[in-house]
């Protein structure tokens, strides 16, 4: 029931965009010139392609995010259980965080936290 | 076929010829009801939400800036919310003086703006030059490159002659036919030629 | 005065001096960057005010003023070239960088490039335009220069006239932006250039690398039709050139035309002169203060500025009719008595803001967000500040003793009793706290005339037509952005020969760039944000 | 309390009586659609309205007031004429997923909507990992917002994507941490049984400081999570002019602005589920009598009035504080709520284990 129930909630979401473009690409105005299709920037041509090399300043975070989006996923379910596990399961889980927190500071450490 | 505007009586707006002119079309053509009374509604709606594009070049700009504050507050009537996009704006107010190497930008930026769009001239120099019309490098009046559709003279103007001007706009909005009038759909390959 | 005319006669023979309020000297143009380096190096006249091109018929020059900021005395400089096709003079922009921007302004309306100058560019007309506008043979009919639709070519190149160790000029090629950088425009149509300034931006990430500075897109060539006009007709436009300070500008011009026909004004004008500079000072940088902090996303703030600027425009219209043109002051006095409401409601008003500024800082200043973003950002040091010529505000933020108000007292300015606001971080914060206190200290001034204007007349009795001697002029005011100049050269007749304004604001971008290298976008706007540059008054 | 199973079920048996299972599926499923369809349009509405106010308010202005009574068909005239602005053809993007951004926006949104419980009974999906799920389909709008600027083929929205990728990879680590010290005491993660949970004082009561920190800190994570302002980076007006959507035109622009409001109702709707009781009244343990007045109050109301309150604590953040840097913003995340994050769940881990609550 409820996997049919999310997809049904998928469908209105679609159906929401869906209707609503046709109905905007049905009675909207539409009229051309040759620079309404350009990129805007402030009304002055582009310089140059827009898709191009371009430092993007924080991978290091991205991949910290990697890791600590993973341990997440992994303590949800440990979470649900604490009650049950108690202290046991709480040291088999801090060991595991701990490795990650270390990890956390050694990336503070070496200055990866720093936007450059 | 009367055209109501919220604490403006009619009486007090039928100094404009040209809106009284599109009146007299609008009754003269016989617009089927359904497709009028849906115009009505869209009309009800464009009117009531015209976005301004952030754009300004002097003195007026500090008006319209004024405008938007605290006293004037443009908010009660849906003027709010100022795109700095042209893709997403209604309007586009032409405050301040246009000079040669504007024009060009102020003309991009119109063919860039979303139809339906209109233009406002705010202030002498917008509407004709004002006190610089002799000079070497200034449009003498920004319907040179442009098509306006509200002037709105002073310099600058009040912020009350804006809203004038501006209601003046929405008077226009709300007498236009949308259906088979400002949504002309335009084909790409009649314009362009590809 | 007299010390350093012998001391320039005694390095440089062939100096020749004329004695006025400014001493001026004349070089021939081969020994003017010999003279610039000494005055620069030796005499330590550090500040270069202005460069005032000129066309004299027969000739085409410069005349420079500086300022030497130890004891503020002037002295300006002629120089001259009599080639009228292929004009060439030396450039001082090794010496001082505001020449960088004021060159190519001379370039531009003249068409005298400068030797030695890295980056010959036109700085306010297309770079296709025909002519040069203000020359006295200038073609100015549509048909050379029409309305143009289409995009001008933007180059990432620059011309430059080189003069090699041996004594010859080569044309070179500089490069402004390499190919593979990544360059965003932004401006003209910017929410946060203030108007409609253009800063070509090189970004690597975040990451300014480099600013060029486009100007122009509101350049209205107000000096050229000054020329055509008679000089009360020339006031007008003072209220239009910057708006935020439309009352001292026009004071500016007022001052510089009454000093040439020696006038002495009421002194109930000269109050409410005062008065009037003053409560437009605070309105400027209570509009400062909105759109510096709606630069930087406190949007609310934006609105309580407004809120209590609207006060001060109600104070103006009733005296003076208007909003923001207000065409107040006139040659000899006033245009018309001040309203008999004015001194109470002026008074009000100081006793209302201080409350009012009290809010404003908790609300902005004392935010922690806000802090973090202003404070260490944009650092300028008073060295950087005063050879780019960034006076007023943002000058004394780095340190800088720029106010002409002390400097030069005018009007009342040296019977009241008043702090010039100083500050040594050079940075955003300095720079906005410089502006909020200076708000104070015109309530303070302000409070210290009001209840005492005298009576009498408010304008002396000028004829309509108004002719001054012949001669050189320049007069400073310090205006809400700094210190604007007005330079007239009168042959005697009813209108200048040439009127130029030295802008508050121009110098002003002349600093962005090195100020924002290494920042963030987000440190531009707030830098753009502190600088508070109005684009009408650096276009002209 | 009024339990709204006993509606939907009465509708299930009448439907069931005329015709065959599949067909009153079919039909349920439809009016589900239509009913979620309607609640997700007035809310937005009444949302983009609501800030206006607000923030007129705020601003010592009045607000829209022209547009039918104190102005409240301002968003609905809003809506007519965006729906019928020209969609402009662009030329150098990358049309699929251009276009396939506002669809990713709205069915994050959607989806995420479609978990809340509105009232009691009143909840479309109710998976036994509601919350993981939750946070799983919220963080695919940002994936939209990424391709809208990356798809657009100009400076000023590539800037403003990666600005928001840099933002959700940051500030999802505290969402989801936040989330799970709440996990970590309700010790489910079924939404139906974290608000059952609550039935005797709400979490931010019962779980003391822990939950009072968690609740902060996904307050700010949250605002960053919907790109508002102090956190508005992305569309960083003053800066990139109109940021990731700068080149979305008409209705396009319109599923932006409608996803915005959208997420900020969730968001608020997610932070009173976990700490605010979700749809629980107000319980005090010992004061019958007023627990039995507060149970007279609908579900329904509730649950909306708590959204809607913080909702105008979000709303009242963006209007007072100025906008954060993005090495701020990061240094925010990364240096001082990702660390208190982590003894906090370590707080709350020592709290649950030696039932130091309430």
């Known amino acids: 029931m409820n996997s049919a129930l999310f997809v049904v909630v998928l469908i209105t979401g679609l159906a929401l965009v869906g209707a609503a473009l046709l109905i905007a690409g049905l009675i909207s105005p539409r009229s051309f010139n040759p620079q309404k299709g350009e990129p805007y920037e402030c009304g002055i041509p582009s310089r140059g392609e827009s898709w191009m090399q371009f430092k993007v300043g924080y991978y290091l975070f991205a991949i910290l995010y990697l890791m600590f989006d993973v341990e997440t996923v992994f303590l949800f379910p440990w979470a649900v259980i604490l009650k049950d596990l108690g202290v046991a399961g709480l040291f088999n889980i801090l060991f595991f965080m701990v490795v990650l927190i270390l990890g956390l500071v050694y990336a503070w450490k070496k200055g990866a936290l720093e936007w450059k | 076929m009367e055209v109501k505007i919220k604490s403006m009586k009619y009486e007090d707006f039928k100094d404009n010829e040209y809106i009284e002119q599109l009146i007299n079309e609008l009754k003269a053509s016989n617009t089927n009801v359904v497709v009028g009374c849906l115009d009505e509604v869209i009309n009800w709606g464009r009117s009531n939400s015209l976005w301004p594009l952030t754009f300004a070049t002097s003195c007026c700009g500090i008006e319209f800036m004024s405008l938007g504050a605290a006293r004037y507050d443009m908010a009660r009537f849906g003027f709010e919310v100022a795109r700095a996009s042209p893709r997403q704006a209604d309007f586009v107010m032409v405050a301040g003086t246009i000079v040669h190497r504007m024009a060009p930008v102020l003309r991009r930026l119109y063919d860039q703006l979303a139809e339906p769009k209109y233009v406002v001239a705010v202030g002498g120099c917008a509407v004709s030059g004002g006190p610089f019309r002799k000079s070497y490098h200034v449009l003498k009046g920004v319907d040179e490159i442009l098509p306006v559709d509200v002037y709105i003279p002073g310099c600058p103007p009040r912020p009350e002659a804006m809203f004038y001007g501006l209601m003046q706009l929405q008077r226009k909005v709300k007498v236009e036919k949308f259906f088979g009038g400002v949504n002309r759909q335009e084909k790409r390959e009649k314009v362009l030629g590809k | ?540 | 309390m009024f339990d709204f199973s006993i509606v939907t079920h009465w509708i299930d048996n009448l439907l069931r009586s005329v015709m065959p299972g599949w067909g009153a599926l079919l039909i349920e499923f439809v009016l589900v659609g239509v009913a979620l369809l309607l609640l997700y349009a007035v809310l937005a509405l009444f949302y983009i309205y609501f800030e206006r106010k607000v923030c007129a308010f705020f601003q010592c202005r009045l607000g829209p007031n022209r547009v039918g009574p104190y102005g409240i068909f301002q968003s609905v005239a809003d809506m007519f004429k965006i729906l019928i602005k020209e969609l402009i053809s662009l030329n150098h993007i990358d049309k699929f997923l251009f276009n396939l951004a506002p669809y990713l926006v709205i069915v994050a949104s959607m989806l995420a909507f479609g978990c809340l419980p509105f009232g009691k009974g009143l909840q479309v999906i109710d998976f036994n990992i509601g919350i993981f799920f939750l946070i799983a389909v919220s963080s695919i709008g940002v994936l939209g917002i990424l391709l809208a600027g990356w798809s657009s083929h100009n400076k000023y929205t590539l800037i403003g994507a990666i600005r928001s990728g840099a933002q959700m990879v940051s500030y999802e680590l505290s969402i989801g941490l936040s989330v799970l010290t709440m996990v970590v005491f309700a010790g489910t993660m079924s939404i139906t049984g974290i608000v059952e949970a609550q039935n005797n004082g709400w979490f931010i009561f019962t779980g003391h400081i822990p939950a009072i920190v968690a609740f902060l800190i996904y307050l700010v994570a949250g605002t960053a999570e919907t790109n508002r302002g102090p956190f508005d980076l992305p569309e960083a007006e003053s800066e990139l002019t109109a940021g990731y959507h700068t080149e979305y035109s008409g209705i396009h622009f319109g599923f932006f602005y409608l996803a915005e409001y959208l997420n900020l109702f969730i968001v608020s709707g997610v932070a009173s589920l976990l700490f605010l009781g979700g749809w629980m009244p107000l319980h005090i343990p010992g004061w019958e009598s007023f627990n039995h007045v507060m149970d007279y109050i609908p579900s329904v109301v509730w649950f909306f009035g708590k959204a809607i309150v913080i909702s105008f604590i979000i709303i009242w953040f963006k209007w007072t504080f100025p906008r954060l840097r993005i090495d701020q913003l990061l240094r925010l995340e990364w240096k001082y709520l990702l660390p208190l994050n982590l003894i906090n769940l370590f707080v709350m881990v020592l709290i649950v284990i030696y039932g130091l609550h309430f």
């Not at chain 3, 990544?182 to 990430?205: C, D, K, M, Y």
């Not at chain 3, 600013?211 to 209205?220: E, T």
């Not at chain 3, 009576?455 to 012949?470: H, S």
């Open chain 3, 1 to 540: 005065m007299a010390n350093i005319q012998q001391e320039i006669s005694s390095f440089l023979p062939e100096a020749t001096f004329v004695e006025g309020t400014i001493l001026e000297v004349s070089v021939p143009d081969a020994k003017w960057h010999d003279l610039a380096l000494y005055l620069h190096d030796k005499l330590h006249f550090d500040y270069l005010v202005s460069i005032v091109g000129m066309d004299w018929g027969e000739t085409l020059g410069c005349v420079y003023y500086f300022t030497c900021t130890a004891d503020n005395s002037q002295i300006s400089v002629k120089v001259e070239t009599a080639d009228r096709e292929n004009p060439l003079l030396h450039s001082v922009t090794d010496l001082w960088k505001s020449a960088y921007l004021y060159e190519r302004e001379v370039y531009d309306f003249f068409g005298i490039r400068f030797i030695n100058h890295p980056d010959m560019r036109r700085l306010f007309l297309r770079n296709d335009w025909v002519g040069y506008p203000l020359r006295k043979d200038y073609d100015a009919s549509p048909e050379v220069n029409p309305i143009r639709l289409e995009h001008e070519a933007v180059d990432d190149v620059t011309h430059a006239i080189v003069e090699t160790p041996d004594g010859k000029l080569e044309e070179r090629t500089n490069t402004i932006f390499a190919p593979e950088e990544f360059v965003v425009n932004i401006g003209p149509q910017h929410p946060a250039t203030h108007g409609v300034l253009r800063l070509r931006t090189s970004l690597e990430g975040e990451i300014v690398k480099k600013i060029d500075v486009y100007c122009g897109y509101v350049h209205r060539g107000i000096e050229k039709l000054c020329e055509s006009l008679t000089y009360p007709q020339t006031l007008h436009f003072a209220d239009r050139l910057d708006y935020l300070s439309a009352q001292q500008n026009r004071h500016a011009v007022c001052l510089c035309i009454e000093d040439a026909l020696q006038l002495e004004i009421p002194a109930r004008a000269q109050y409410v002169r005062t008065i009037m500079d003053e409560l437009m000072r605070i309105s400027s940088h209570l509009l400062f203060y909105a759109t510096f902090c709606m630069d930087l996303g406190a949007t609310t703030a934006f609105f309580y500025g407004f809120r209590d600027r609207e006060k001060i425009l109600d104070i103006f219209e009733e005296t003076c009719g208007a909003r923001m043109t207000f065409n107040y002051y006139t040659i000899g006095g006033l245009m018309a008595d001040i309203h008999p409401d004015f001194q109470r409601k002026v008074k009000e008003f100081c006793a209302y803001l201080p409350g009012m500024l009290k809010d404003y800082h908790t609300l902005f200043t004392g935010n922690v967000i806000a802090q973090q973003r202003m404070k260490g950002v944009g650092l300028l040091s008073r060295e950087d500040a005063i050879s780019y010529g960034i006076a007023g505000p943002s000058g004394r933020a780095s340190g800088w003793a720029c106010d002409v108000r002390k400097n030069h007292p005018y009007a009342m300015y040296d019977k009241v009793e008043f702090k010039e606001i100083v500050r040594t971080e050079g940075d955003v914060f300095a720079r906005y706290m410089v502006r909020m206190d200076e708000i104070l200290e015109s309530i303070h001034i302000i409070e210290q005339l009001i209840d005492n204007i005298p009576e009498g007349d408010y304008a002396l009795k000028m004829k309509p037509i108004i002719k001054l001697p012949e001669g050189r002029y320049f007069r400073q005011v310090e205006a809400s952005r700094g210190p604007i100049g007005i330079f007239i050269e009168s042959h005697g007749d009813k209108n200048p020969y040439r009127l130029k304004i030295n802008s508050a604001c121009l110098p002003l971008v002349g600093g962005l760039d090195p100020m924002c290298r290494g920042g963030k976008i987000a440190d531009l706007i707030a830098i753009g944000g502190s600088l508070d540059y109005v684009i009408p008054d650096m276009d002209r």
